[in-house]
């Protein structure tokens, strides 16, 4: 299947400090790619939809200023965490549509993030 | 709007026993369904989707799911459970028209006890 590669997969940053996360898509081209958040034990909380080439879609609630989404090629995504804060600490996820799946998306490994 | 509930937080099950994990959704129009395993500190991996055809849905790791109109339901079934197959397991949906964005279930943990 189609292989989306997310990096770092672990990062501890200093509370103030700015930190960027990549999902590349691999073998393929993808438009749309969704960043998720991950609290322990939950479920996904879908946070923007990112566009290639244009603007992300954030879901309610999400700071824009401080979660940055950029999506400048088709197989590039970043998620920028700014002047981070211990709230911040989470499980970061990107994801994207499989074309080899049919319908269904393939899953970043994840960047677990530690603000201190 | 689009929801999946999987109704238990946790499974238990011992091995080589079956195992079943509930999953209901609600969508306008016919549904797409997923479901996905999650390791510690990794990323979803997928299992089986369920697009038409048969309801019956095989998948990875000898994991089978069956689709059920009436019930509104997509329980993931295995007829014999290994160690391995402790993880998190999540359920989810989308419409087969309109949005393309998938709504995830919170997660059904599955332990299986030697």
């Known amino acids: 299947g189609a292989v989306v590669s997310q990096h770092p997969s672990r990062v501890i940053c200093k509370s103030g400090t700015s930190v960027k996360i990549e999902c590349r898509s691999l073998d393929f081209q993808a438009t749309t790619m969704f960043w998720y958040r991950q609290f322990p034990k939950q479920s996904l909380m879908l946070m923007a939809t990112?566009?290639?080439?244009?603007?992300?879609?954030?879901e309610q609630g999400v700071e824009k200023d401080k979660f940055l989404i950029n999506h400048a090629s088709l197989t590039l995504s970043t998620l920028t965490v700014t002047s981070a804060h211990p709230e911040d600490s989470s499980f970061y996820i990107c994801s994207a549509e499989d074309p080899s799946t049919g319908y269904g998306y393939t899953f970043g490994s994840g960047t677990r993030l530690t603000v201190v | 709007a689009q929801s999946v509930a999987q109704p238990e937080d946790q499974v238990n099950v011992a091995e080589g026993n079956p195992l079943t994990v509930k999953c209901t959704y609600s969508?306008?129009?016919?549904?797409?369904l997923f479901w996905y395993v999650q390791y510690p500190n990794r990323g979803l991996q997928f299992l089986l989707k369920y697009i038409t055809g048969d309801n019956l849905v095989k998948g990875s790791y000898g994991f089978e799911a069956e689709f059920n109109k009436s019930q509104t339901s997509f329980h993931l079934k295995k007829p014999s459970a290994l160690v391995s197959d402790s993880a998190l397991y999540f359920c989810?949906?989308?419409?087969?028209?309109?949005?393309?964005?998938?709504?995830f279930g919170r997660g059904t943990s599955l332990i299986v006890h030697p």
């Open positions: 989810a949906v989308r419409p087969s028209g309109g949005s393309y964005i998938p709504t």
């Open positions: 969508v306008s129009g016919n549904p797409y």
């Open positions: 990112s566009n290639e080439g244009s603007k992300a879609t954030y």
